[in-house]
């Protein structure tokens, strides 16, 4: 498995899937030796699917966070602060909401698509942070918008008073002095690609 992220510089993260659906055939046949003259059925079962492939998406699940992770911590020149702080449980909550995303999609957490933002003051303006690929193999068959907030009395509301006063600060000198603390809460905007339905929105929290 690989990600694809439109970061400068990031190497390409893998796993190897194939090794996996291996090892689980072995001890499928294991499990299931056949008698004699017959053909032991190596597939998986409905239950044995869903036991074996929900770790799986966990692992895939926790590489994605990994990756949204990163784009974050070299955000801090695209978001004009010198520091950015992510808050307890955010990324727990984003691989649970991904994982609920791609609950019923045909290839799973591997067919989507993510853009990463963040939200800037309070007009709602967002900051693409990066764009991630889960399996650039795939042609995805979702698109996932994670909008991040800042915390309330954060940076962005004290840069507004800023504003109102005068020239606004340069983006170097809100590098050197500001600290950009994201809040818990986040939003997941959820487009099936193969289907022309509704937009999905959920607010986490």
């Known amino acids: 498995m690989s990600f694809s992220s439109n970061q400068k510089g990031r190497s390409s993260q893998r796993l190897s899937w194939s090794n996996l659906l291996q090892k689980l055939t072995e001890l499928k046949g294991l499990n299931q030796r ?5 053909v032991a059925d190596l597939s998986l079962s409905e239950s044995d699917s ?4 929900y770790p799986l998406e966990e692992t895939l699940a926790a590489e994605v966070v990994g990756t949204i992770t990163q784009s974050l911590n070299n955000a801090s020149p695209i978001l004009c602060c010198s520091k950015l702080i992510l808050p307890d449980r955010l990324m727990y909550n984003i691989s649970r909401e991904l994982l609920h995303l791609a609950v019923n999609e045909p290839c799973g957490l591997r067919g989507a698509m993510i853009d990463l933002c963040v939200e800037r ?3 709602g303006l967002l900051c693409t942070v990066d764009q991630i690929a889960v399996d650039a193999s795939l042609v995805p068959t979702f698109h996932v918008t994670l909008v991040l907030r800042p915390e309330s009395g954060g940076l962005w509301p004290r840069v507004k008073k800023l504003f109102k006063g005068g020239k606004p600060p340069s983006a170097m000198s809100l590098r050197r002095h500001k600290t950009l603390r994201l809040s818990r809460s986040f939003r997941a905007i959820k487009r099936k690609l193969y289907s022309s339905g509704e937009l999905l929105i959920e607010e986490c929290r």
Request: aromatic content about 16%; overall charge negative; proline content about 8%.
């Open 50 to 53: 869903s036991f074996f492939c």
């Open 34 to 38: 056949p008698s004699a003259g017959s």
């Open 121 to 123: 003051g309070d007009q």
